[in-house]
């Protein structure tokens, strides 16, 4: 567990230099509090008065159990950029790195009850990087100021993403992400959407007048769902010279037609591609792209409640958000079978399972 404590030593304690409780242990009692349940400042303080006995173990806590006050001030002064920056840091202690092929999707969440007074519409939103492989975040970072696309680009410019194939959504499908992933020495798949007008219509006309050209086709039938994928690859180098657009090398198309309860729907979407993928590696990448809102975005609502977050002043989101990613980084590494709401519960209620949980990292 001390390396746990390792890693946030790195980051600057923003309170004045007279601050009673050390900043590496307020971190520690808060990532354990949070694997063990809590949701809140005031929640943080409750599980390290309950586990006092265990954490001093492992700490020292020369004045005691922070207060409530005391983990609301933190988290609030705390810099997120520089929470941000030790999670690559984290992911390497768990032993995850990015490999050739990978696929790493990228996309925001927004906390919907995080917002400033009378700016519902204006909630606080963080933007991950998630290894479709190792099945943990492996980057985060707050927005700023509403802008997702520059904190994508941001976020990956200091991630090792050199032979990763990066997805995102159409809002990420811009000049300037593309250059950053190719710069890293990574490839892309971009859906393609109204925001590239222009190179979304000549991309339809270049799949439409290909002749004969391969495709690659899925099923799936389950609980009465049948869903059934086409998808077609085909070389638009020339596009990419013309619309000005790094990298582009392929225009991809993935046809979706959907039965659910006896009614059909169908659905079509287009992909800008830096490398002519086979039609059927565009239908595996894109499947594993939907990792991010299936193990990441759904378990941060159900398991830890992220929507449900009222915690809205200064950088409390931001900071909160982060510990919440990290917390699920860890108990997606434990081994032991299980649901991850289940290893949460078990670390709530077995202080061996939380140690165990915190003993992971190398």
């Known amino acids: 567990m001390l390396q746990v404590l390792e890693h946030f030593s790195v980051l600057t304690d923003p309170r004045a230099a007279n601050a009673r409780h050390d900043l590496s242990e307020i971190m520690f009692i808060a990532i354990a509090a949070t694997l063990a349940g809590a949701k809140t400042c005031v929640e943080m303080a409750e599980f390290g008065e309950a586990k006092e006995t265990l954490l001093r173990t492992v700490l020292e806590l020369p004045h005691g ?6 983990f609301s001030i933190v988290f609030r002064t705390l810099d997120p950029a520089a929470f941000a ?11 995850t790195s990015i490999r050739q092929g990978d696929v790493v999707a990228v996309d925001g969440k927004a906390m919907k009850r995080a917002y400033e007074k009378g700016r519902q519409s204006a909630p606080r939103m963080v933007v991950t990087a998630w290894g479709a492989q190792a099945r943990m975040s492996l980057a985060a970072r707050p ?68 002749k004969k050209p391969a495709t690659a086709t899925t099923e799936d039938d389950d609980h009465g769902r049948i869903e059934t994928r086409r998808a077609v690859v085909v070389a638009a180098s020339d596009l990419g010279q013309h619309h000005e ?52 975005h759904w378990p941060l609502d159900v398991v830890l409640d992220e929507d449900m977050s009222r915690t809205r002043k200064d950088n409390g989101p931001d900071n909160l958000a982060l510990l919440r990613r990290l917390a699920l980084n860890i108990a997606r590494a434990d081994k032991t079978k299980g649901s991850l709401a289940g290893k949460l519960r078990k670390a709530a209620w077995n202080d061996v399972a939380l140690v165990d949980m915190l003993s992971q990292m190398r």
């Open 65 to 70: 159990i922070p207060s409530h006050d005391t």
């Open 85 to 95: 920056e030790i999670f690559a840091s984290f992911a390497t202690a768990f032993g």
């Open 143 to 210: 927005v700023v100021n509403g802008d997702e696309t520059n904190a994508v680009i941001e976020m990956l410019s200091k991630l090792n993403i050199k032979g990763a194939i990066i997805t995102g959504d159409a809002l990420h499908c811009n000049r300037g992400l593309a250059k950053t992933i190719i710069d890293g020495g990574a490839d892309y798949v971009l859906a393609l959407k109204g925001n590239q007008e222009s190179l979304l219509s000549d991309a339809r006309a270049k799949i439409g007048a290909a």
């Open 245 to 296: 657009f790094p990298g582009l090398k392929a225009i991809g198309r993935i046809e979706s037609t959907r039965t659910i309860d006896g009614k059909t729907k169908t659905f079509v979407h287009h992909f800008a591609l830096s490398r002519r993928f086979k039609p059927a590696e565009l239908l595996r990448i894109k499947r594993e792209h939907w990792g991010i809102e299936n193990r990441l």
